[in-house]
């Protein structure tokens, strides 16, 4: 079912950038006939003098590396904070950790995560040299975990408390009962959720540029400098991430089933 | 209550003192004190929301009672400091919507407590596990996940997992109340099994049969307290209680 609605939608969008392309092509060009040639100087002009594709490349590993681990620390502080909130909902415990976790999901979700970038890069680690690629990281994974922590939290609170009532009738902890129990039932279905977070966390990953690093966005931004040609650069950015959207959402209805099969 | 003929002799497993439960300005449990022998089967019966399941439940504390004691073989487990996982070990409990593990096979759903509290090794658990699917007649199911099971089958796994605790006394939370009507019979069939090897059990039910033919002793719940409590014979043909005989006509 999901893959069926997926791969329209992905040519979809895919035949509307190539009408795009064609169209800004032949209207660059005017003549019909010229249009070969030309195109292939633009793309040589763009992508392959001075080995400007390099810009993409190394773009787009900066991008990667980044979106990478700021999905891992992701993961593993916003399903701390969800585990907080969810123990002290359950059983009145850990109130200081509690408000804690609160807390940090108000600030981060409360404000602009390009504005916590730059306090990160110009405010906390102002004295300190730091690499730059590190400092997204953080502040891209320290911004995830809130919404991350949420999503997994309505994960946890949408399992029955049937299942937590019958682990502790049987004397298991609440440890036990949740790495053993619920959240591998929850994880199932809080998967689409995740994904649309880490959909969300590469693109927005592109405001990297702001504190003066090479990610993806700020690659093709770099070629349209030297170049002055706007489309081709900004269009390859764009299908480039369209491309990795695409495979990381193919990874998580992988996961989908594969889950779902073992229940079968 | 020492007049109650249907009190065995038993050592007493259970003593509930006093025990009061309110939501907020609703009082569901209204000074309920009784005493709960070794091998008594025990049916609790009474209109729905009169409290019966509330009583059961703060039994192993799944409802934190507002008022009094509750003894469990000797130690007041609402006291401060009592490591209730440990008495929660010794009390298994059955429900109506049977709560098994949804991620887990059957085989795993019997296992992991056993062997998640060191109680038994994982091998030793899972030889208990595949004994007592035998027991429940259900050894073809051990790789099943519950999904594919029909209500009675998840019923006896659930009692199953409880088992496999080695609990003192068994508590019924409604066990048949979610079945189709023809898959009752499998569960309380087990349940008169375990009855019969001498297990403590306690059962909320609606089965009037059941409480008549099994139990060792019934009590009506009405009103949040215990308003009669006596042999299953004086309760359901000879009844005192004005309301628990409008409740026998209501049923019967």
């Known amino acids: 079912m999901k893959k069926c609605k997926k791969i329209p939608a992905v040519m979809l969008a895919g035949a509307a950038l190539m009408g795009l392309f064609t169209t800004a092509v032949s209207a660059a060009s005017g003549e019909e006939g010229n249009l070969q040639p030309e195109i292939v100087q633009r793309l040589y002009d763009n992508f392959v003098k001075d080995d400007r594709w390099k810009y993409l490349l190394e773009g787009l590993g900066n991008t990667a590396l980044i979106t990478f681990f700021a999905m891992i620390i992701g993961i593993v502080i916003g399903f701390m904070l969800a585990i907080i909130r969810v123990a002290h909902d359950k059983n009145g415990s850990v109130p200081v950790l509690n408000l804690i976790a609160k807390l940090y999901i108000t600030i981060i979700r409360g404000t602009p995560v390009m504005i916590q970038l730059l306090i990160i890069y110009f405010v906390i680690f102002a004295a300190v040299d730091i690499d730059k690629v590190l400092v997204a990281i953080i502040a891209f994974g320290v911004n995830s975990a809130a919404y991350v922590s949420e999503v997994v939290r309505s994960g946890i609170m949408s399992i029955d408390n049937g299942q937590f009532e019958a682990g502790k009738s049987l004397g298991l902890g609440f440890p036990t009962i949740m790495i053993h129990i619920i959240l591998p039932q929850a994880f199932k279905n809080i998967l689409p959720a995740l994904g649309n977070e880490f959909i969300s966390l590469l693109k927005e990953t592109s405001i990297s540029g702001y504190i003066g690093l090479m990610d993806l966005t700020r690659g093709g931004d770099y070629i349209r400098s030297v170049t002055y040609e706007a489309f081709l650069p900004l269009i390859a950015v764009a299908l480039i991430y369209l491309i990795i959207v695409v495979l990381l959402s193919a990874g998580v209805s992988w996961l989908e089933r594969r889950l779902k099969k073992n229940e079968r | ?252």
């Open chain 2, 1 to 252: 209550m020492s007049d109650n003929p249907a009190i065995a002799n038993g050592e007493v497993l259970i003593r509930v003192e006093n025990l009061c439960k309110s939501f907020g300005d609703h009082v569901v449990l209204n000074d309920i004190s009784m005493e709960i022998r070794k091998g008594e089967v025990i049916s609790v019966i009474g209109p729905s929301g009169c409290g019966k399941s509330t009583f059961i439940r703060s039994l192993n504390l799944l409802e934190e009672p507002t008022g009094g004691s509750i003894f469990f073989e000797g130690e007041d487990i609402t006291e401060r400091g009592v490591d209730i996982r440990k008495v929660r070990e010794k009390i298994g409990m059955v429900f109506q919507q049977f709560n098994l593990f949804d991620n887990m096979t059957v085989k795993k759903n019997i296992m992991l407590a056993p062997s998640k509290l060191g109680v038994l090794t994982r091998p030793e658990a899972e030889k208990k596990a595949i004994e007592l699917l035998e027991m429940v007649g259900l050894s073809d199911k051990a790789d099943q996940y519950p999904a594919q099971l029909s209500g009675g089958q998840k019923q006896r796994v659930a009692i199953a997992r409880s088992l496999a605790m080695n609990p003192d006394v068994m508590l019924f939370d409604e066990p048949t109340s979610a079945l189709d009507p023809e898959m009752v019979g499998e569960v309380l069939n087990i349940m008169k099994e375990l009855a019969k090897k001498g297990m403590t059990m306690v059962v909320v039910t609606h089965e009037m049969g059941f409480a008549r033919e099994v139990s060792t002793r019934a009590i009506f719940i009405d009103e949040g307290n215990i308003q009669e409590d006596n042999t299953p014979e004086v309760v359901f043909t000879n009844p005192k209680n004005e309301r628990l005989r409008e409740f026998l006509k209501s049923v019967l």
